[in-house]
């Protein structure tokens, strides 16, 4: 089971971003998805998160209406679009697969991207 993040990196305030998660090693199109950013006092975000199909969507306030969630389940691939982007979206971005079964959850993360937003 993988999940490899790319996208981030250094960007000035105002500037965009577009993260990728690339899955393998388990089915792709039965697990939600969800972008979690951890900042430098380890406290962990969900920032976003969408359904199965890719018709139900969950924004945190603090990115509602800049940051966009997506999936492409032909690819393994959930994308997240990051737009107007602010000192305080300074964070590693992990990315986060969860599925419900009966026994409970199951969980895959990825190793995550630095993200920082700095003049």
Aim: aromatic share 10%.
């Amino acid at each position: 089971v993988q999940l490899v993040e790319s996208g981030g990196g250094l960007v000035q305030p105002g500037g965009s971003l577009r993260l990728s998660c690339e899955a393998s090693g388990f089915t792709f199109n039965s697990y939600g998805m969800r972008w979690v950013r951890q900042g430098s006092a380890k406290e962990r975000e969900l920032v976003a998160a969408i359904s199965t199909e890719p018709g139900s969507t969950y924004y945190a306030d603090s990115v509602k209406g800049r940051f966009t969630i997506s999936r492409d389940n032909a690819k393994n691939t959930v994308y997240l679009q990051m737009n107007d982007l602010k000192p305080e979206d300074t964070a590693v971005y992990l990315c986060n697969a969860e599925k419900w079964g009966r026994t409970g959850p199951t969980n895959h993360w990825g190793q995550g991207t630095q993200v920082t937003v700095s003049e």
